[in-house]
T-cell receptor, first 112, second 113 residues
Framework: GNSVTQMEGPVTLSEEAFLTINCTYT??????LFWYVQYPGEGLQLLLK?????DKGSNKGFEATYRKETTSFHLEKGSVQVSDSAVYFCALPPGGYNKLIFGAGTRLAVHP | DTAVSQTPKYLVTQMGNDKSIKCEQNLGHDTMYWYKQDSKKFLKIMFS???????INETVPNRFSPKSPDKAHLNLHINSLELGDSAVYFCASSQGRGRTEAFFGQGTRLTVV
């Protein structure tokens, strides 16, 4: 079945550093791919999505490209801020849908 | 207006008690979910409902009983609470049986003592 693997954290960066959080997937067909963010004490919010191969999702300076050749959907940001400190989840719906499968989450800590 | 709202936000209770968590969505979505997040932040689907019909029950103990009185509400009742039930429970909704993104509530932090 479909699955998603995410790099383990925590990731600790200085403000204005470049961020990459790796996400790879296995899937039948070409499901939509998502990145969610969970700020401390809050629920999950959709950060960005891509609905087909080669699509690039972007939001709040974050980007991720749906790459079917490498089955990846890595999250990147050119210059992180302290306010980006959160847990990031890669997700996809399995075949047959009716739910989302989440990666294990990657905690990002950005310090001044 | 909160899109997906769940109550209470915090719940502390003793082992053996019965408790409920309520969830409501005002997005007009057909599908609602309960997810459990453990202390390591790992998220796992518990239940999925589509138009009040149970679609997914992911090997959750039968002490957990979801109820969907209408497609805007999905409540979770838990009987005979155990220490291992301590977690954050998230309600979510989506349109189209999960083909699109899900919208999450703020979570209910359940602590069983």
């Amino acid at each position: 079945g479909n699955s998603v693997t995410q790099m383990e954290g925590p990731v600790t960066l200085s403000e204005e550093a470049f961020l990459t959080i790796n996400c790879t997937y296995t899937a039948t067909g070409y499901p939509s791919l998502f990145w969610y963010v969970q700020y401390p004490g809050e629920g999950l919010q959709l950060l960005l999505k891509a609905t087909k191969a080669d699509d690039k999702g972007s939001n709040k300076g974050f980007e991720a490209t749906y790459r079917k050749e490498t089955t990846s959907f890595h999250l990147e940001k050119g210059s992180v801020q302290v306010s980006d400190s959160a847990v990031y989840f890669c997700a996809l719906p399995p075949g047959g849908y009716n739910k989302l499968i989440f990666g294990a989450g990657t905690r990002l800590a950005v310090h001044p | 207006d909160t899109a997906v709202s769940q109550t209470p936000k915090y719940l502390v209770t003793q082992m053996g008690n019965d408790k409920s968590i309520k969830c409501e969505q005002n997005l007009g979505h057909d599908t609602m979910y309960w997810y459990k997040q453990d202390s390591k932040k790992f998220l796992k689907i518990m239940f999925s409902y589509n138009n009040k019909e149970l679609i997914i029950n992911e090997t959750v103990p039968n002490r957990f009983s979801p109820k969907s009185p209408d497609k805007a509400h999905l409540n979770l009742h838990i009987n005979s609470l155990e220490l291992g039930d301590s977690a954050v429970y998230f309600c979510a909704s989506s349109q189209g049986r999960g083909r699109t993104e899900a919208f999450f509530g703020q979570g209910t932090r359940l602590t069983v003592v």
